[in-house]
């Protein structure tokens, strides 16, 4: 599957952005998804993730109740919505793919499980 990350810009504090990731190649709706982040030097980690069979999702506690994940599986699409930005919200945001991932939940939040990769989408707040 081949993903493709847009949404991205810059925004001011407390602004909101919409942040999608497009797949291709193979059933969509088969595979978790995953967003993850990384700021200028530091590691990527985990942003929030949504459930192929349910579309259940998880969020790390910096997010929860700002971000929200959602899919469309019709559209091959998977959405993040940003709301309430902050300056550290500020980062490349990457989603990922899986088809193995279904209800270990601690395994949403590692990046060493997602096989897909977008490309990126860089995310600036500014305060």
């Known amino acids: 599957v081949q993903l493709q990350a847009s949404g991205g810009g810059l925004v001011q504090a407390g602004g909101s952005l919409r942040l999608s990731c497009a797949a291709s190649?193979?059933?969509?709706?088969?595979?978790?998804v995953g967003w993850f982040r990384q700021a200028p030097g530091k590691g990527r980690e985990f942003v929030a993730a949504?459930?192929?069979?349910?579309?259940?999702?998880y969020y790390a506690d910096s997010v929860k109740g700002r971000f929200t994940s959602s899919r469309d599986n019709a559209k091959n699409t998977v959405y993040l919505q940003m709301n309430s930005l902050k300056p550290e919200d500020t980062a490349v945001y990457y989603c990922?793919?899986?088809?193995?991932?279904?209800?270990?939940?601690?395994?949403?939040?590692?990046?060493?499980?997602?096989?897909?990769w977008g490309q990126g989408t860089l995310v600036t707040v500014s305060s």
């Open positions: 190649g193979r059933t969509f709706s088969s595979y978790a």
């Open positions: 949504i459930r192929s069979s349910d579309g259940r999702t």
């Open positions: 990922a793919a899986d088809n193995k991932l279904k209800f270990d939940v601690a395994a949403f939040r590692r990046n060493d499980e997602y096989d897909y």
